[in-house]
């Protein structure tokens, strides 16, 4: 009989990705791109409030429908809730966890500092933060209306203006699409790097990707709160 | 030219250590940065000072084993280890910060001497290959072609001294245990040992408590051999894909 030269079992696939700082960061970058492409079609679809209450109503009330008559009446909005409930949890879970272990592998700083690194990737953990407060209070202004000031369910071209009217209301969505660019920047950058598509020769591509990505997001949300500041929406 | 030096002086692993300032007079453009460590070191002995500890051998850049951050940078302004680094790179007058490598997984033994055994356990964790001894085999029995040889001399080039932990924010060893990675599994006598080889790596840079890898890119500015960031990226590929074999076996 040959001898067993390595007779520990490796631990399952599961185990070895939540226990290594690699499989984290890859359930970041899934996560996150699955959230990246759930803001694109959302971002998209708010465009249609430059076409009128009608368009843009009408819109959303076909959200509510999608995929009848095989789901229910708002179970596609559901479902998509439900998967990107887990994408934030999984995301933030995985940020919170590495991050403190970045923090316990570097316990001493340097004495003489110095710049490191760009604005994007410096703000990541931050950015981060800002986003997560910024889906609760936009949650509670356009989805459960709790903070809204005009609170019509089923007229969110409406609660959308009175949302746009506030100075508060302007200034935190303007705020936090600024911060969801840089997030983006280097988030989708990253993200590529970690699933193991960056090369060489495609770092352009992908940089290139990335700022476009934040550019046309950010703008595109922006577009939004500016319109109703200057009187296109109203 | 004279300078000012601020060095980290820490008398052993239990003690707090702090900077302290030594001006050094009659430094030539010509000296090396650990000459003029030794210049200044000669005085101190003289002087009846305990000298200042650093890692240095072999001096001209291949051994990885000097470990100074200098002015915040590891290894100092110029692209090289800092053997390598001539005084010609400072001005008369400058103050020079001198401190060790930072980082949990790199203990400091005394002064600018840190340990960095957690290297060497990441490469007995798989960062070999192995063959059957006996005669030598054949030059050609195994072709390489000519691209995997190129890619695995670039990661070869790296010397193991730790500028990648040292400089970046989050003390993690990516770079350092992606060339090694890369270095053996590009090749075909690497293959025999491809999943297991980057599995086993993995775990152990975790295991050692280096922290994630966030790419900041800081440690392949840092890095005196030009270990490229994407070598992060070929580890990750790597690392994924041999989850994947693996789970099927």
Known sequence: ?234 | MRLTLRVWRQKNDRSPGAMKEYPVDGVSPDMSFLEMLDTLNERLTLEGEEPIAFDHDCREGICGACSLVINGDAHGPERTTACQLHMRSFRDGDTVDVEPWRAAAFPVVRDLVVDRSAFDRIIQAGGYVSVPTGAAPEAHATPVPKAAADAAFEHAECIGCGACVAACPNGSAMLFTSAKVNHLNVLPQGAPERETRVLDMVAQMDAEGFGGCTLTGECATACPKGIPLTSITSMNKEWLRANRKVSRD
Not at chain 1, 61 to 88: D, K, M, N, Q, S
Not at chain 1, 122 to 146: A, N, Q, S, Y
Request: net charge positive.
């Open chain 1, 1 to 234: 009989m040959a001898l067993a030269t390595r007779p520990d079992r490796r631990p399952t696939v599961v185990r070895t990705v939540w226990d290594s700082t690699i499989g984290k960061k890859t359930i970041m970058a899934v996560s996150g791109l699955l959230m990246l492409t759930y803001l694109a079609v959302h971002m998209f679809g708010n465009l249609k409030i430059f076409f009128g209450p009608g368009t843009f109503n009408g819109y959303a009330h076909w959200l509510r429908t999608l995929g009848e008559p095989f789901l229910h009446y708002e179970w596609a909005l559901w479902i998509i809730r439900v998967g990107l409930v887990v994408c934030v949890v999984a995301h933030a879970v995985c940020a919170y966890q590495l991050s403190r272990l970045d923090r316990r592998a570097r316990p001493v700083g340097y004495v003489h500092r110095r710049p490191r690194a760009s604005y994007a990737t410096r703000t990541m953990r931050w950015g981060g933060v800002i986003l997560g407060l910024f889906i609760v209070w936009h949650l509670l202004d356009l989805t459960t209306l709790t903070v809204n000031r005009n609170a019509e369910p089923g007229h969110p071209y409406q609660n959308v203006v009175a949302t746009f009217h506030t100075w508060y209301g302007d200034v935190i969505y303007i705020v936090a699409m600024l911060a969801l660019g840089l997030h983006i920047r280097h988030g989708f950058w990253s993200a590529a790097q970690t699933l193991g598509a960056g090369s060489r020769t495609r770092d352009r591509v992908l940089k290139s990707t990335a700022n476009g990505l934040a550019l046309v997001l950010t703008a595109g949300f922006i577009a939004v709160p500016v319109g109703v500041m200057t009187g296109v929406v109203s």
